[in-house]
């Protein structure tokens, strides 16, 4: 049997073939399959191997089996050899559908009278493949017109716009998902016992350098009274902790330590600890922050603390 292509082609062929299959399907990121997971150049490595032992085993068998041939059998496979693509069935047909060609003896019966300074026209029919390809053009062209402007087909303007639509809220329910995506306009106050727990351990294990294991104030303010030098409620002392205090003075800025997910568990704990009145407290620094959203019988409440602290 005739082999299209020679082993030295067809060898590197079907093995890229594999790895790109694999590279395609495969979720690597942004690191090459065979690279991130080293299973994968195992595969790939004893792939080729055996591709190579195969094509080995084929040609010994190929071989063995010309050998065993009579010398009739021997020139009829060679007569194989030497049949070109060109003159099977198969081409011929596909030829015929595509290209409409007559032979160079019957170029008289095609020339036309025009004579252009000895220069003549053959009047030669269009290629097949081209009036075919014209022909569906028409039919695709009336498709168009009755589906985008006939049934009022949405056109790719309007695809585009309600893909983007359809992104925005799949964008909005991610973040409503993923914690690490809260900044200080979007975090909000957490009150389940889970979160202040986690809260405690990043506050035990970063803050009690500076603000004592009670939150009752060293080197750092107190944080249990409701004086508070950056403002208070969630979203300030968010923003405290992640961009740091005063310029010189102030506490450093965790942004680069802590997620975002984690900052809001300790600025929640750290609330939880408002009147909890530690031994022997530092005196209270700043003012007392007033929520401006809060409920006014609560903002009445907050002002009236404040009169007393100021008494």
Request: glycine residues 6%; proline residues 5%.
């Amino acid at each position: 049997m005739k082999k299209i292509l020679p082993v030295y082609l067809r060898v590197p062929i079907i093995f890229f073939a594999v790895f790109l299959a694999m590279e395609y399907f495969i979720d690597s990121g942004d690191r090459p399959a065979f690279l991130k997971y080293p299973m994968i150049s195992v595969f790939l490595a004893v792939f080729l191997f055996l591709l190579i032992a195969i094509e080995m085993v084929v040609a010994a068998v190929d071989n063995v089996t010309y050998h065993l041939l009579t010398e009739e059998q021997r020139r009829q496979l060679e007569e194989a050899k030497e049949v070109k693509i060109t003159d099977s069935k198969l081409y011929k047909k596909i030829k015929k559908w595509l290209v409409k060609d007559r032979p160079i003896e019957e170029e008289g019966e095609l020339l036309l009278s025009h004579d252009y300074d000895g220069i003549k026209e053959l009047d030669n029919d269009l290629p097949p493949w081209w009036t075919k390809l014209f022909y569906a053009c028409i039919v695709f062209a009336f498709i168009y017109l009755a589906k985008y402007h006939i049934f009022g087909h949405d056109d790719q303007t309007k695809e585009f716009e309600t893909e983007m639509a359809e992104a925005k809220l799949a964008v909005e329910e991610y973040k409503k998902t993923a914690k690490d995506l809260i900044d200080a306009e979007t975090v909000t106050l957490l009150t389940d016992a889970g979160d202040i727990a986690a809260g405690k351990a990043v506050f035990q294990t970063n803050c009690i350098a500076c603000h004592r294991p009670d939150a009752g104030g060293a080197i750092g303010p107190n944080l249990t009274d409701n004086h508070w030098i950056l403002g208070g409620g969630i979203k300030n002392v968010f923003h405290t902790i992640t961009e740091g205090g005063r310029d010189g003075k102030g506490m450093v800025a965790w942004k680069g330590t802590l997620k975002p997910s984690e900052i809001q568990q300790v600025a929640s704990y750290v609330l939880s600890l408002q009147g909890s009145n530690p031994k022997d407290p530092k005196p209270a620094e700043g003012e007392v922050w007033v929520d401006e959203n809060a409920p006014k019988e609560a903002g009445a409440k907050t002002e009236e603390a404040k009169t007393v602290a100021q008494n």
